[in-house]
């Protein structure tokens, strides 16, 4: 039978049950920053797809039509790119989180089962840790494309002002 007193394996067991619960915290700060990314990506599709349709019913007073809508396709590849990084690295943030869960559980349960089975709970925890690197990177890619698509934004307009004042020497 278990021992729960001051040095017994119960106080061991929620000792060690303390680490997951670290890991758990830490997936669900990245769960709820990458959420907040998603939601980012979509409101950006949806001013995109807006600003596409509005220049292609011509309901737009904008100059460089064909240059904004070539744009805008151009920005909604990227954010489609985007998204699926976003939405894996959301899956696998979520499944680390229920690997640190299952960690969790296993020691209690490996504790009331007299320690048969040690290896699953240090199995999980490796699980959780992998999904929680390889999460890490899908974010770190899908930054890098955004920072890259604003770098792209930027040169747009830049290009436009460029082409605007030499149309007004023209003209």
Known sequence: ???????GSGYA???AMITPALFMT????????????MSRIV?????????ADRI???LVD??????RRARADEELRSL????????????QLYLALSAFVGTSLTLAVDMLLGSRIQGLPTLMAVVGVALL???SVNLTREAHRALRSSHNEVRFHRDLLVRRAADRQKG
């Open 133 to 135: 690197l390889v999460a």
């Open 13 to 15: 067991t929620l000792t």
């Open 80 to 91: 489609e790119w985007r998204s699926g990084r976003v939405r894996l690295a959301l899956t």
């Open 56 to 58: 292609d019913q011509g």
């Open 26 to 37: 830490a997936s669900a700060s990245l769960i709820i920053s990458t959420s907040n990314r």
């Open 62 to 67: 904008l100059d460089y039509l064909k240059e």
């Open 1 to 7: 039978m278990p021992t729960f007193g001051p040095m």
């Open 43 to 51: 409101d950006r599709v949806r001013v995109q797809i807006d600003l």
